[in-house]
């Protein structure tokens, strides 16, 4: 993992360079404590993106099948959502790599404070965190899985 802090944009030379850039985003009291890279089931790990943060939903595409996937349990606040897509605030591409960072509560293995979707153009390798949202409970380990 290399991050080049030196410019404008904080930019990763591979996909999990976007754990790094949300461990240093993270605010203080909600430091991120798991991480994982999204995957799809074809193997890809370059996506679509689309969220929104005041509903707390994101759901990604796959831009190799196509195959749709909404992150964590977010699918079930999709009702209400506005789904804004992800674009490249550089060079404007729409494909990037997707990581998803979670913050706990102390002494808590199974619990869910805060979730933030981060992401790393795929094209230029700007990092970026587009969404975030509380989650605040307990025995939700299950999430750490749909990513």
Known sequence: MSIDTSGKWWVGSEPADVRGFLEAYAEEGYEVHQFR?????????EFHLRADDDEGVAQRVCASCKAEHFICDSGEYREDAKLAPWRCIECKSKVCNIGVGFSQYPDSPTSIKWVYIGERCAKCGILGCFAGWKVGQDDVAHLFDQT
């Not at 890279?37 to 790990?45: Q, R």
């Open 37 to 45: 890279l999204s995957t799809c089931k074809c193997g890809s790990v």
